[in-house]
C-alpha cells in the first residue's frame, strides 16, 4: 500500500501544495491512502476529494480572516494599537471568553470544502490525527470515523490550541493533532502501508529514523519556514516554490541541501581536497583539545548540521560545502543551479577579495562572511592575515572554506 503522509504547519502548508504538483508532474502521485495532521488533515481531504484545483486556489488567496476573525493586528507600533483600541480590547475579551481565537471562518471553510459525497465515493483511503486536550494522547481517525462528525474531526485536527479552542465531540475535548504526531507516520504503517511519502514542514526532522529507510521518501525543508499563522502572499509562494524544489531533490531529478542544483558528477579537485580536510581536522583537534564545543571531525560535523541529513557521503560533503560559501554570498535559495554557474557567481561576489581590494581594519568582532574574505584575499595576495595555527583555532571552519574555495576554482 502506498501512503502519502502530510505534517501540520499551519500556512506552513502551501509547502505541501509544492511538493503534490512535483510528484504530479513526474507522474508519482499514485496513492492508496492519505494520512494528516492539522493542515495536512485539510490538504488530504482536498487530495482524497481530488480536489487539486480547489486546493491551488485556496492557497493562492488565502487570508488570515479566512481562517480566524477579530484577530490582533500584525502591527504592534503605538499608533495603530490606539487606532483599533476598540477592536482589540473586543478581540481579548473574545478570546479569553471562547479560550481561543474566534475560527467561525475556518469552520466555513471546511463546511465549504468537504463534499462527503466525493470523499467517500473516492477509492483513497483516509486518515487524520487529533489530541485528546486532557492528557494529549492520540486518536487515528479513519473514513469509517468521518460518517459522523467529519467536519468537527477536521476542525479538532487544526485546532492549534491554546490559539484556537478546543473541539468538543460526543463531550470529549480534542485539540490539534500535532499534540500527538505532527508528521503521522505510524498513521499510515497501521494502516499497512508499505511504500510511504512522507512531508514534514518542521524546523528540524519529526522523525529522523524514517530517513534513509529504502521504503520511504521523506521530504522537509532545508531552511526554516516562516511562522504557521504567516499569511503574506510572497511567503506562501515561496513555501510553494521550495516545497516543489524539496520533492523534486527527493525524487532524485536535482541534487542539494539549502540550495538546488542540476545534477553534477563529483568534482575532479575534492578527493584532493578531503585528503587535506582531514590533516585540518586533526590540527583543529590539537589546538582545540580542551574545548568543549569543537571535537574531532569539527569541519565534517559542522557540514552535516548545516545540510540536516543524518550523515553525508563524500559527494553530499562536496555539496554541503559548497552551500555553506554561497550562504556567505547569500544566494537565492529558490533557483536551481548548474555547479559552473554557482562557481561564476562565487567569483563575482568574492571579487574585492580576489583582487586584494578589501582593508583589513582591526575589529573586535568579524563575521563569518569577513573572516572568509579576509582569508581569502591573505591566501591569494599571500599577505597573511593571521597564522594558520590561529586560523584554526578562531575561525577553523571559514579558514577551511577558503582552501575549498581555491581548489574549487583551480579545478
Given amino acids: 500500500m502506498r501512503a502519502l503522509v502530510l505534517s501540520g504547519g499551519g500556512t506552513r502548508g502551501a509547502f505541501e501544495l509544492g511538493v503534490i504538483k512535483a510528484l504530479k508532474e513526474r507522474e508519482a502521485y499514485q496513492f492508496d491512502l492519505i494520512c494528516g495532521t492539522s493542515v495536512g488533515a485539510l490538504n488530504a481531504l ?17 487570508t ?16 495603530t494599537i490606539i487606532e483599533q483600541r476598540k477592536h482589540l480590547s473586543n478581540s481579548i475579551r473574545e478570546y479569553f471568553q471562547q479560550k481561543g481565537l474566534d475560527v467561525t471562518p475556518l469552520k466555513k471553510m471546511i463546511d465549504d470544502y468537504y463534499d462527503e459525497e466525493k470523499f467517500f465515493s473516492s477509492p483513497i483511503d483516509f486518515g487524520i490525527v487529533v489530541a485528546r486536550a486532557k492528557d494529549k494522547s492520540g486518536v487515528y481517525v479513519n473514513k469509517e470515523m468521518m460518517k459522523t462528525h467529519g467536519k468537527q474531526w477536521l476542525l479538532a485536527s487544526a485546532s492549534a490550541y491554546p490559539a484556537f479552542p ?8 480534542y485539540i490539534d493533532g500535532g499534540y500527538f504526531d505532527n508528521v503521522p507516520v505510524d498513521c499510515a504503517l497501521q ?11 518542521g524546523a528540524k526532522v519529526s522523525h529522523p529514523e524514517c530517513m534513509g529507510v529504502p521504503f520511504i521518501t521523506y521530504i522537509h525543508p532545508h531552511v526554516e519556514l516562516p511562522n504557521f499563522l504567516e499569511f503574506n502572499a510572497d511567503m506562501m509562494m515561496r513555501n510553494q516554490r521550495l516545497g516543489y524544489l524539496e520533492a523534486r531533490k527527493a525524487l532524485g531529478d536535482y541534487e542539494g541541501y539549502h540550495y538546488t542544483f542540476q545534477l553534477f558528477p563529483m568534482p575532479k579537485f ?13 590540527k583543529i583537534e590539537i589546538i582545540h ?13 559542522k557540514a552535516v548540521t548545516f545540510s540536516l541529513e543524518k550523515q553525508l557521503d563524500e559527494k553530499g560533503l562536496c555539496v554541503s560545502l559548497l552551500e ?15 555547479f559552473e554557474d554557482v562557481k561564476k557567481e562565487l567569483l563575482i561576489t568574492f571579487k574585492k577579495a580576489i583582487l586584494g581590494q578589501i582593508p583589513c581594519k582591526k575589529k573586535k568582532r568579524v563575521t563569518s562572511k569577513e573572516a572568509f574574505e579576509f582569508f581569502l584575499q591573505a591566501k591569494i595576495s599571500g599577505n597573511e592575515w593571521m597564522s594558520e595555527e590561529k586560523a584554526l583555532d578562531f575561525y577553523p571552519n571559514e579558514y577551511v572554506l577558503v582552501q575549498f574555495f581555491i581548489e574549487m576554482m583551480k579545478g
Wanted: proline letters at 1%; hydrophobic letters at 40%.
Fill in 46 to 62: 482536498f487530495l482524497v476529494q481530488d480536489d487539486w484545483d480547489k486546493m491551488k486556489e485556496m492557497y493562492a488567496c488565502l
Fill in 64 to 79: 488570515r480572516d479566512q481562517i480566524i476573525q477579530n484577530f490582533i493586528p500584525d502591527d504592534w507600533q503605538i499608533r
Fill in 166 to 173: 478546543v473541539c468538543t465531540i460526543e463531550g470529549q475535548d
Fill in 191 to 201: 494502516k499497512g502501508a508499505d511504500e510511504l511519502v512522507v512531508v514534514d514542514l
Fill in 270 to 282: 575534492f578527493r584532493g581536497f578531503f585528503v587535506n580536510l582531514l590533516r585540518y581536522e586533526r
Fill in 289 to 301: 583539545t580542551r574545548s568543549s564545543h569543537i571535537k574531532a571531525g569539527y569541519i565534517q560535523e
Fill in 324 to 338: 555553506e560559501v554561497m550562504d556567505l554570498a547569500d544566494f537565492n535559495d529558490e533557483i536551481v543551479y548548474t
